[in-house]
């Protein structure tokens, strides 16, 4: 299975892709598509072809996408608001499942604090992923939002399992 973790961002929305066989990991591919400053429909328009490009490249199963925190800017929260339905927009037209996870969810799956820094959640990633390079910080965190998806997949199917035996 090839699990798509996306990190919304209006200027840049990071994008990774993990294959996934039992409980181990392998990366398959990450980046960033990038905008810039100017009219807001147009660069929505740059994420959704480029997302979907991603996905026509490399045909994920699963998407999953960052959860938006609110913080005390509300045109900016607006704005990542909108790069958010975008990024679940291009996978929900491929016909994938998505999960959302809060950053302190993700935090937690990779890390085992909710709490942990950006060089705490890379270096995870890399434990994980090994041989991993990072394309940009928002693929990183992309990394880690497809990674908290393919664990709580595996532990829905081990759920399921375990109550049928």
Known sequence: MRVLGIDPG???MGWGVIAVDG???????NGV?????GDLGTRLSQLY???????????????????????KDAVGTLKLGQARGIALL???????AIGEYAPNAVKKTVVGVGHAGKEQV????KV????????SADAADALAIAICHARHLQGRSLRIVERSA
């Open 128 to 135: 994980q992923l090994p041989g991993v390079v990072f394309d």
């Open 122 to 125: 890379q270096h995870m990633v």
């Open 49 to 71: 072809r480029g997302l979907c490009g991603v996905i026509a490249a490399h045909a994920p199963d699963a998407a999953a996408v960052e959860q938006t925190f609110v913080n």
């Open 23 to 29: 409980s181990r990991l392998r990366h398959i591919a």
């Open 90 to 96: 291009a996978p929900a037209e491929a016909g994938l």
């Open 33 to 37: 598509i990038q905008t810039e400053a």
């Open 10 to 12: 209006l200027r840049n």
